[in-house]
């Protein structure tokens, strides 16, 4: 048996695809402590600075002293505390959504939801870069699943053709990201609603990177657009800008309803800790305060400082507007390479590979968070341009314009 993993381990390092975890000593930050040493963190999501912040402790420590530690039983059963109420209630009046249903996880809300939407008789959509958990839950949902290229209306559109022909009565459900997790770019949700709109599918939309990050109050890309309306699914998570953990659906009051009888990820599992609920419920309040707003504006000043250091920052798309920014190196060694060269200068930039992301396509996946200072900012926008010229840039270039690279 053991021999057998070798094997396999072997074959992931020479193809420098093996992973291993890397212990950190000390709380999110914008410094943090691996293995002893202080690096510049650009590699969390907790893009507000609010996963170690004193409001979200306190609310969380006040939950423990009055609801203990562990919630003792699935929701559904007798595992629904106060704070598990609260924090629906605060999701829903935050999101402008009828109603709102918390799960353990961003990726449970995903296994949850999609199969529950959708049977074998069903088609699903889903755009190429999807999220890991998008693309389980779509397959775990027996659906016949499209898969359109990355933002692609075009084929998306030939999909939707091609199902109200051959499958007329499928149910036809697009799902997709506000933002992407390893590219940064944005869907472009009105063309998206166009379509949903034209061919009558249901829109899934995870606004994982979004919420916290874009609109009014963080509420998300569908409300930058004003279209929060027009998305009948809404999915987010807690454990990125909202700096906690868990997941949530908004929409319907029928809609959660169903969910909440269907969805298996969210039934038949312990209810989240209470205290985690009530960070999370202080988290979404603090974003609705002028405070909440100023520290979302500082993140975007932040953003737009780094983008200025790097003009010529080989990102995979125009559309790159989030606080995740992609520098793509294409081989997966030379990505590690300069993820190790930035270390020892004391900036921590994750070099993020296959399957996180396609085979050739490897990558240093910048993310900014309001917690960075502007002189934090700075150095990583100078070492990387001195790094990536000197050692890499040209032939991260060249393998960029062969087509390889993204
Ligand atoms: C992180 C992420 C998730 C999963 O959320 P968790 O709360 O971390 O489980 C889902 N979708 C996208 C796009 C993500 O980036």
New binding site residues.
């Given amino acids: 048996m053991s021999d057998l993993f070798q094997e396999q381990l072997q074959a992931l390092r020479a193809q420098s695809l093996h992973r291993k975890l890397r212990e950190i000593g000390s709380a999110q930050g914008s410094e943090i402590e691996v293995v002893g040493r202080h690096l510049v963190n650009f590699s969390s999501n907790d893009y507000l600075g609010l996963a170690n912040d004193p409001l979200l402790k306190k609310a969380a420590i006040a939950a423990i002293e009055n609801f203990g530690v562990g919630a003792g039983a699935s929701r559904l059963v007798s595992g629904t505390q106060s704070p598990h109420v609260a924090l629906e209630v605060a999701i829903a009046k935050w999101k402008r959504a009828p109603a709102a249903l918390a799960f353990s ?3 449970a809300a ?1 296994v949850g939801t999609l199969p529950a939407l959708a049977s074998k008789r069903d088609v699903i959509f889903l755009d190429k870069l999807s ?1 890991a ?2 693309v389980d839950g779509a397959r775990l949902s027996g659906a016949t699943v499209r898969v359109f290229p990355h933002n692609h209306l075009g084929k998306l559109e030939s999909h939707l053709e091609w199902a109200q022909r051959e499958m007329p009565d499928a149910r036809r459900i697009v799902v997709t ?1 506000a933002v992407f ?1 390893m590219d940064g770019d944005q869907a472009p949700l009105g063309e998206l609603v166009e379509l949903k709109k034209r061919f009558d599918a249901i829109l899934l939309l ?1 606004e ?2 979004a919420v916290g990050v874009l609109g009014p109050h963080g509420r998300g890309l569908a409300a930058e657009l004003g279209l929060e309306r027009q998305v009948d699914v809404q999915m987010g ?1 807690l ?2 800008a909202l700096g906690v ?3 949530y659906i908004c929409g319907s009051r029928s809609l959660i309803d169903w969910l909440t009888n269907r969805a298996r990820s969210f039934i038949f599992t312990t209810a989240p800790p209470p205290a985690l609920a009530a960070a999370a419920t202080a988290a979404i309040e603090f974003l609705g305060t002028a405070e909440g707003e100023e520290r979302r504006l500082t993140l975007w000043k932040r953003i737009v400082r780094l983008l200025e250091k790097l003009p010529a920052a080989p990102t995979t798309s125009s559309r790159t507007k989030s606080a995740i920014i992609p520098w793509i190196v294409g081989d997966e060694q030379r990505a590690l390479d300069l993820a190790r060269s930035l270390q020892q200068e004391g900036l921590l930039v994750p070099a993020i590979r296959y399957p996180t992301v396609a085979r050739g396509a490897a990558r240093l996946r910048i993310t900014v968070s309001a917690a960075h200072t502007e002189a934090q900012i700075v150095q990583l926008g100078d070492t990387l341009r001195r790094l990536a010229v000197s050692d890499y840039g040209p032939v991260a270039a060249e393998r960029r314009s062969s087509g390889v690279g993204t």
Avoid: I
């Fill in positions: 996880s961003g990726y995903a999220h958990s998008l990201e997790s995870d994982a990177h998570t454990s990125k953990s868990g997941g």
